[in-house]
């Protein structure tokens, strides 16, 4: 398996813009998550799914940022508008199911986000 | 709210010394205690976990140590080598309520040749 994939690697844009960030999780697995990490606040998990459903979104920032997961094998994470303080590391990752045997978490390579 | 505090925040460690990072926790829900290591540029990776029933696991030359009573958690590395040099975070999950993982802040280990 290619493991879980992330689109772009590196995007810069200005502030103000319209961002997309593209997950495809491994396949077979039922449950995704959208964290972003800073220098300042570590991992933060921002919502994630099981079976497509959203379950947990506390971790949203602010309604700039929203999340959809339209089928098993694909999730974006948008920000409209972006702001500078949105630069970010933003990684996607993805897990079998839940309970010890089947919730190790498996992070794609991340999106780094630079918002001038 | 951070759910799981970690420390310390950085760490340089010799070549063949011990590397120890500590975590603590408040809730007693949380019933997984995974470990990940992230290497620059690298998405974080599964590097070792425990549950709370047993209060040591050792998987080659790192260990979780686990004291249940202090809701607290450390991993020790032993005969650090500049391989391990990376940013290590400790998690915490409910496992019975949920599919969340709670983080750490991480710590920067450097292990000097």
């Known amino acids: 398996d290619a493991g879980v994939i992330q689109s772009p690697r590196h995007e810069v844009t200005e502030m103000g813009q319209e961002v997309t960030l593209r997950c495809k999780p491994i396949s077979g697995h039922d449950y995704l998550f959208w964290y972003r990490q800073t220098m300042m606040r570590g991992l933060e998990l921002l919502i994630y799914?099981?079976?497509?459903?959203?379950?947990?979104d506390s971790g949203m920032p602010e309604d700039r940022f929203s999340a959809k997961m339209p089928n098993a094998s694909f999730s974006t994470l948008k920000i409209q508008p972006s702001e500078p303080r949105d630069s970010a590391v933003y990684f996607c990752?993805?897990?079998?199911?839940?309970?010890?045997?089947?919730?190790?978490?498996?992070f794609g390579p991340g999106t780094r986000l630079t918002v001038l | 709210q951070q759910q799981v505090k970690q420390s310390p925040q950085s760490l340089i460690v010799q070549k063949g010394g011990i590397s120890i990072i500590n975590c603590a926790y408040e809730?007693?829900?949380?019933?997984?205690f995974p470990w990940y290591q992230q290497f620059p540029g690298k998405g974080p990776a599964l590097l070792i976990a425990i549950r709370p029933d047993v209060s040591e696991k050792k998987e080659g030359r790192f260990t979780i140590s686990f004291n249940k009573s202090a809701k607290q958690f450390s991993l020790h590395i032993m005969d650090s080598q500049p391989g391990d040099s990376a940013t290590y975070f400790c998690?915490?999950?409910?496992?019975?309520?949920?599919?969340?993982?709670?983080f750490g802040t991480g710590t920067s280990l450097t292990v000097i040749p």
């Open positions: 809730n007693t829900a949380f019933d997984y």
């Open positions: 998690a915490a999950t409910p496992t019975t309520t949920g599919n969340q993982f709670y």
């Open positions: 799914f099981n079976n497509n459903v959203p379950i947990d």
């Open positions: 990752a993805s897990s079998l199911g839940a309970g010890e045997s089947y919730n190790e978490q498996f």
